[in-house]
């Protein structure tokens, strides 16, 4: 260690340490480097005292210009509601015959159907819309309570056994052997003959007289089912719980009450529209 | 400081670890002597400096030939720069009918009868490559013949030194206002230099936005106010780009920020024609004509003429340099010069290395043509004619229509109520017509298969595809009640109605394994 001394060469002050006899030069900062610097200190309390800066023990300073990001984003969010409340008063006004042939529209309606269906559909129907046992495939034609667009529209905004909606739609098929209507055998031999309209078992009599007794007021005579009541088709090769004996048998004995909550009070008109002209472009709609 | 060094050194040495005498790369070694002369010469004479300050260039003006020469050269380029996007080109009703129009909002690049949609950017790549092979062409035949002529930088700095000559007087008056007080008529004239620059500037980035959008309609928007923001930051951002470059920073740009020059550089060889001081003609330079001593001295009378021209201030007579853009003006000045004194011509003229060394020796140089017509220029014309011609075939070749499709896979199938299996495909049809055409979707299956084909709300045998654009269509196709399995190929077809011309697409069936 010496004192700072004045180097020959560049007529600048070292900084007074020595290190195996190299010393280090303590040549002034640039000026504008300098300037700088201040700039960004005096930038630096600026900014704090506009906008959110210091943390508090709960909360932080708000700044005197009262921005946020997640009020800027909210922002962002009404904006972007704003720009698009034309269509989406087009769409909720338009019949769906009117959107199906408006290309712009139609577009529109299948683009934000996609997008609503991805966000609060796919959970139990898939992100194809193909479903799971229990959860109605879309894609096919076999529709429960209809296939038309209004149709899909009213389940949709009402939803199946969703007690808060007062529109509601119920399909109480008895749990036939919980409730002890039917035996064990009795079931096995209406299963049989359940399956036995789409070809999957071989029909008997005793099965036939059950079901007559039982089953056809709803599902009718011959399996075909009855979309006013919500009874499915039995007939068909579409089975929303399986087709299998077991699960037929199982079905019969349990009941199965599937729910669909109701939209209506959480998807507004447009995006409702949206959704049934998704759902029925996917290929099943009537 | 030495002797501080070497005393500590020495009793630090005897604590180093390896025992060996600590040295350091640079470090003076145990030689007083030797430093203390290295210090009294730095004493005496100050390191060079590492930042040396721009010199003003204000070249003078100069005619002849190279001079005319860049004059039209000026007169075509800024035309064509100016006019490409207010020339009209009718495409009927649907489309715009600027001749050359980048549409980046609807994905578009129309160039006379040629348009180019996103998907087809392998043409401009090619033309990037025809422009770098051109540039290797030129670069090897003509040296930095780019930047003497053609580049931007070149051209408006040429265009605002007319400006400055015009304001200022020629290159004397130039230097004397620069030294002059800031009187009035100082102030006058920078005041209006810079005007001119700036309106220049303006008119320059105010050109560029055209290409992008209706010239006429972006216009009256600018003038109006009611052209979007981005069109007046990028003519802001030009403006200050071409007044800055252009009038103040000329030269300095070629020089330091240019890499084009140090790649140019590599590019030359032996055959290339650069602009060149003769000097085995023009040493030993003299002034002094009529004394004895004339009879030695070379053609060169040293008048600086080339050096007063030169717009980015080198002597050429220091030879091949990176401040040359070979702009040629000095074989212009110096021509004068010769014409004067009563010597030929080209004392500075364009001349090969290969050249240089037979005129050295007294031989006559090789035709130029020869000098030009060589394998490498050949095989870069070939390449660049072979990748133009490639490019023109194909862009007639190509198809005004196109189907693509995306089988989708989540459901792979679905079985419907009667037991058939249905597929879905999402198609996407183009239409590069100018006009909205009707298609026909069709499938083709093999032998003994028969599948329906549907579109989603549409009849599949009369989709309306809108003018020059894609439409996107969910099509179906099923079984005929029978629950086909496995993989069948299945080609779906488009064919537009009205010119009859058809797109193949393959694709599968995929029904249940078993």
């Known amino acids: 260690m010496s004192d700072p001394e004045k180097d020959e060469a560049t007529g600048t002050e070292t900084t007074g340490h020595e290190w195996d006899g190299i010393k280090e030069l303590d040549t002034p900062l640039p000026r504008w480097w300098l300037w700088t610097f201040y700039a960004t200190i005096i930038w630096g309390v600026l900014y704090t005292i506009a906008y959110p800066a210091w943390p508090m023990i709960s909360t932080a300073t708000t700044g005197v210009l009262g921005y946020s990001s997640r009020g800027e984003l909210a922002q962002t969010i009404a904006n972007h509601e704003a720009a698009l409340t034309g269509v989406n008063t087009q769409l909720a006004n338009a019949s769906f015959d009117d959107i199906a042939s408006n290309p712009d529209l139609n577009q529109y309606a299948q683009a934000g159907g996609a997008s609503v269906f991805r966000t609060y559909c796919s959970q139990c129907h898939g992100a194809g819309a193909a479903g799971l046992p229990g959860y109605p495939n879309l894609v096919d034609d076999d529709w429960l309570w209809g296939g038309t667009r209004d149709d899909i529209a009213m389940t949709i905004r009402h939803g199946i056994r969703w007690d808060d909606d007062e529109d509601t739609r119920f399909s109480q098929m008895p749990a036939f052997g919980d409730d002890g209507v039917l035996t064990s055998e009795e079931i096995e031999a209406v299963a049989s003959h359940v399956r036995a309209f789409s070809g999957l078992s071989q029909d008997n009599a005793e099965g036939a007289q059950i079901y007559a007794d039982n089953c056809a007021s709803c599902h009718g005579e011959s399996g075909e089912g009855d979309r006013e009541q919500g009874a499915p088709n039995l007939a068909d090769a579409i089975w929303l719980y399986g087709g299998d004996q077991a699960s037929v048998v199982s079905t019969i004995t349990h009941a199965r009450h599937g729910v669909m909550p109701a939209w209506g009070n959480r998807l507004s008109d447009a995006q409702i529209k949206q959704l049934a002209m998704y759902v029925h472009g996917l290929g099943g709609g009537e | ?514």
Request: proline share 6%; with cysteine; glycine share 6%.
């Open chain 2, 1 to 514: 400081m030495c002797t501080d060094w070497e005393e500590e050194n020495k009793s630090t040495g005897g604590n180093n670890q390896q025992g060996a005498p600590v040295t350091f790369a640079g470090a003076p070694d145990n030689d007083g002597e030797s430093t203390a002369t290295r210090m009294s010469v730095s004493n005496e004479t100050d390191p060079p400096a590492l930042y040396a300050a721009r010199k003003e260039v204000f070249p003078k003006a100069v005619s002849g030939p190279f001079r005319r020469l860049k004059w039209a050269l000026m007169a075509v380029m800024l035309a064509i720069y100016y006019v490409t996007p207010w020339v009209r080109w009718d495409r009927g009703a649907h489309l715009p009918d600027q001749a050359v129009l980048v549409d980046l909002a609807n994905r578009r690049f129309f160039f006379f009868w040629i348009e180019i949609w996103p998907q087809e950017f392998y043409y401009v790549a090619g033309l990037l490559i025809m422009a770098g092979i051109g540039l290797f062409l030129f670069t090897s035949v003509l040296g930095r013949v780019w930047c003497g002529y053609a580049c931007p930088q070149t051209v408006w700095v040429d265009l605002y030194q007319h400006v400055e000559r015009w304001i200022d007087g020629d290159r004397n008056n130039q230097f004397r206002l620069l030294k002059r007080k800031w009187d009035a008529d100082k102030l006058m004239r920078r005041a209006l230099k810079w005007s001119i620059f700036l309106l220049i500037a303006l008119a320059t980035g105010g050109a560029w936005v055209f290409y992008f959008a209706d010239a006429p309609t972006l216009l009256s928007d600018l003038i109006s106010g009611q052209a979007p923001l981005v069109a007046y930051s990028t003519v802001a951002i030009l403006t200050a780009t071409t007044f800055v470059l252009g009038g103040f920073m000329r030269e300095q740009v070629c020089i330091y920020m240019c890499p084009w020059p140090r790649i140019q550089a590599a590019m030359l060889d032996e055959n290339s024609l650069t602009v060149t001081y003769k000097d085995w003609r023009g040493e030993p330079r003299g002034k002094h004509r009529k004394s004895a001593a004339a009879a030695n001295l070379g053609d060169c009378i040293d008048c600086n003429a080339c050096v007063a021209v030169c717009p980015t201030g080198v002597d050429i007579r220091n030879g091949q340099q990176i401040g040359c853009i070979t702009c040629a003006l000095c074989i212009d000045a110096c021509d004068d010069i010769m014409a004067k004194i009563g010597k030929p011509r080209g004392l500075i003229d364009y001349c090969s290395l290969a050249d240089e060394k037979l005129e050295r020796a007294g031989n006559t140089p090789v035709p130029v043509l020869k000098r030009i017509i060589r394998p490498r220029t050949i095989l870069y014309t070939a390449l660049w004619a072979a990748i133009g011609v490639a490019m023109v075939v194909s862009l007639f070749l190509r198809d005004t229509i196109d189907l693509t499709v995306r089988q989708s896979r989540n459901p792979v199938f679905v079985v419907m109520s009667d037991g058939s299996i249905r597929n879905s495909y999402e198609v996407n049809i183009q239409n590069r017509n100018p006009e909205p055409n009707p298609f026909r979707l069709s499938a083709t299956v093999p032998d003994g298969v028969h599948l329906r084909l549907t579109a989603q709300d549409t009849d599949p045998t009369a989709v309306l595809i809108p003018a020059d654009s894609a439409r996107k269509l969910r099509v179906f196709l099923t079984s005929a009640g029978e629950r086909l399995t496995g993989r069948i190929p299945v080609t779906l077809w488009i064919e537009n109605l009205f010119t009859r011309e058809r797109s193949p697409y393959t694709t599968h069936f995929q029904g249940p394994d078993e």
